[in-house]
């Protein structure tokens, strides 16, 4: 059960709903963007981030995954083009373990950042999927929180 907290994921480069900023993107720099997390449970031993493009299912008929990443100190912003020392990556529909930015092949897409509030860390190699993550965190999450940004071509 999900416990209502006040968690909250928000980025210094770009607001809930706005435009993320090209640098981010697959075809640019493809360097993750900051993000700084407030709220979290104070019984919380790791974080989970996932992001993804739902919008990429018209386009290749599924939601294409982003970043996954896992393991994450309860204590710690996300840098720009970095993880947290200790976190973990899995693999992104990409085909590579990391950050893939923004790439929408047809038109404006909306991605979203997850971030997950776990009372465990989750016992798994680097390069997992993001189903592996998720069944790894059922039953285990204390809170969530999300922010989304949108990118076009």
């Known amino acids: 059960m999900i416990a ?8 210094p480069a770009f607001k809930n709903g ?8 697959y075809k640019n720099t493809n360097i993750n963007p900051p993000l700084t997390i407030k709220g979290i449970p104070k019984d919380a031993k790791s974080l989970v981030l996932i992001m993804d493009d739902p919008d990429a299912m018209g386009a290749v ?21 970095s993880i947290p020392i200790g976190a973990i ?9 990391g950050y893939g930015g923004p790439a929408p092949p047809d038109k404006e897409h909306t991605y979203i950042f997850k971030l997950y509030a776990l009372n465990i860390k989750l016992n798994l190699k680097e390069g997992s999927s993001k189903k592996d993550v998720e069944k790894s965190m ?4 204390l809170a969530e929180a999300k922010l989304t940004g949108r990118y076009s071509p």
Do not use: C, M, R
Not at 61 to 81: L, M, S, Y
């Open 4 to 11: 209502v907290t006040n968690l909250i994921l928000e980025s």
């Open 18 to 25: 706005e435009q993320i900023p090209k640098k981010y993107g």
């Open 61 to 81: 008929g599924k939601v294409w995954v982003h970043w996954v990443v896992w393991n994450i100190a309860p204590t710690v912003e996300i840098k720009e083009n």
């Open 89 to 97: 990556e899995g693999k992104t529909d990409f085909g590579e373990i």
């Open 138 to 141: 059922k039953d285990h999450i």
